[in-house]
């Protein structure tokens, strides 16, 4: 039998012990580094204070935090303690904090480093223990350090079963309320070592592999592809981030050789490279190969990339031209497609299977197939249990010969490469009787250098539309009237590049601009930068009518 994800711990604990494996700003500059040794030590000691407060075997242990050295000391504890880890996402509302801990029934929960706790707090139900752990705000609860100080540490190499629950990982609700996703010991740890195995043909042993965990640690990609990856491997170092102000100087720091990240932030770094370089002069210097070379080693030096030998993008689809763009700089950027409900291990893959606009073949122990409308089914070692408390939905996410239904729609190449064409819940129907995918516009859209993010709609409507949301750097600018009419040329132009791609039912009739920004705090985007169809739409509903009625090509909302 395959070894489960803490005995892989254990034996990192016995032969790296004085490995240097997590390090971790801790603000003004200090930045601090664990060995393998004390990773488990801190854990241990966590393990058997959790031990001592008598919780049931596969308690919920919840925790609140961002990235950080401790919360991968959470999890181990947890799992040696004989509990299962529930990571609420740190942007979350109060509302939602006690939605998670309600429903999971959490008997205890970690409070870490957060932005924004004085509008969190109120979630968490006066009753419930906590534990604030290093860099965690002012909460007035017992710190982390002060029980680890005072505590033996659990001995012996506690075990679990393979059937024995993990981690609860709620969904990130780009549509309605989160799922809590049941993950065992078994298939994490299937899924994961799957994922270490994938990675040795780009990291073989010897050869070192450095991250940065910086996206939310709460979402299942990170979770598996930095976090259990490293508890499995042992040999992989991982860095965290200090603050948004310092990514930039953490990315330095780390110098990562795998990188992953979400299209929506691999957007923003190739628009901060633009803002310095025009577009044209940089098309230029790639295109001839003197410069070529040079070019591109300097652009990814700049963004701290320049060692990266494997790159990643997942979570939402990547547009074909800014794949392209990444490779022409010289990184090796490939795009991947996975769930939570697999533990994001589905599909990917370099060479033949990375093509620009496609997500790569079913991962090796995957199986894969299309359904009659085009629903993409896998069955993957990192099948959930089920969704927790709700068995209801379980009979409806399985095939009858076991295959998960993604809802999501895909269509495969000649050679078996994927793409993703959209959502099934996202197709919408026009007052013509017409349906239309918005994802695949929405890519056309977002493909454009001032624009940041997009979202096709028109349900009911003759016509679907766009809204957008303007580059960041942009944005400040349209006060200049100059500034304003040019983008507004510049969109015109963009609108009928898109309609001439579109067949004649999918044409937009206009798009609008956001006026707002798009953020997580105000619920336009999910934790990992998705947009929340619904919250948008809902927010524009009451303007259509008019925009309707306008002539304009380009509306200022």
């Known amino acids: 039998m395959a070894k489960l994800i803490l005995e892989h711990a254990y034996e990192h604990e016995r032969l790296r012990r004085d490995q240097t494996f997590l390090t971790q700003p801790m603000g003004r500059g200090e930045v601090v580094s664990f060995t393998w040794g004390q990773v488990m030590d801190q854990a241990r000691r966590m393990a058997a204070h959790l031990r001592a407060q008598g919780f049931e075997p596969g308690a919920r242990i919840a925790m609140l935090a961002k990235n950080s050295a401790h919360f991968f000391m959470v999890d181990l504890a947890v799992w040696m303690a004989g509990g299962t880890t529930v990571a609420i996402f740190p942007t979350e509302s109060a509302h939602n904090i006690r939605y998670v801990l309600d429903h999971c029934e959490a008997r205890l929960l970690f409070v870490g480093k957060l932005d924004d706790w004085s509008r969190q707090a109120s979630g968490v139900p006066p009753s419930l223990p906590c534990i604030a752990l290093p860099l965690a705000p002012d909460t007035g609860f017992e710190a982390w350090d002060d029980i680890v100080a005072r505590t033996a540490p659990l001995a012996g190499e506690p075990a679990r079963a393979a059937d024995d629950l993990a981690l609860l990982l709620y969904t990130s609700g780009s549509t309605g309320q989160p799922k809590g996703v049941m993950q065992t010991f078994g298939s994490v740890s299937a899924a994961t070592e799957c994922i270490v195995e994938e990675m040795r043909h780009r990291f073989p042993e010897g050869m070192e592999l450095r991250v940065l965990s910086y996206l939310p640690l709460a979402h299942c990609f990170e979770r598996a592809w930095v976090e259990c990856q490293a508890f499995v491997r042992g040999d992989m170092r991982v860095f965290f981030t200090d603050t948004a102000a310092t990514f930039m100087e953490d990315l330095q720091r780390a110098r990562p050789t795998l990188f992953i990240s979400v299209p929506r932030l691999w957007t923003k770094f190739q628009q901060g490279v633009l803002a310095k370089m025009p577009a044209q002069q940089l098309d230029a210097l790639l295109d001839d190969p003197a410069t070529a070379a040079a070019v591109g080693a300097k652009v990814l030096t700049s963004l701290g990339l320049d060692q990266v030998k494997s790159a990643g993008s997942g979570s939402a689809p990547l547009p074909a031209e800014l794949l392209v763009w990444y490779r022409r700089l010289g990184l090796n ?24 606009g496609h997500v790569g073949k079913p991962y090796p122990g995957v199986q894969a197939r299309l359904a009659d409308d085009g629903e993409i089914l896998v069955k993957s070692p990192g099948r959930m249990a089920g969704y927790y408390r709700q068995p209801e939905l379980n009979a409806e996410a399985f095939t009858d010969d076991g295959f998960f239904r993604t809802g999501d729609l895909g269509v495969l190449n000649e050679t078996g490469v994927l793409r993703i064409t959209g959502r099934k819940k996202e197709l919408f129907k026009t007052a013509k009787g017409k349906y239309i995918a918005p994802v695949p516009i929405e890519n056309l859209i977002n493909a454009h250098p001032m624009v940041e993010l997009a979202l096709v709609s028109g349900v009911g409507q003759a016509t679907p539309y766009a809204v957008l949301l303007l580059d960041e750097a942009l944005r400040p600018r349209l006060t200049d009237a100059v500034v304003r009419d040019q983008v507004q ?14 067949a004649s039912h999918e044409q937009l009739q206009f798009l609008a601009v956001a006026s707002e920004p798009w953020s997580i705090e105000n619920g336009c985007l999910t934790p990992t930068m998705k947009i929340k169809r619904s919250r948008i739409e809902a927010s524009m509903a009451p303007h259509l009518p008019q925009w309707y009625e306008q002539p304009q090509a380009v509306i200022w909302a």
Do not use: R
């Open 333 to 356: 950027l490939f795009e991947g497609y996975g769930m939570t409900e697999d533990f994001a291990y589905s599909h990917g893959g370099d060479g033949e299977a990375s093509l620009p």
């Open 489 to 502: 040329t510049a969109l015109t132009d963009l609108l009928n590049q898109v309609n001439a791609q579109l």
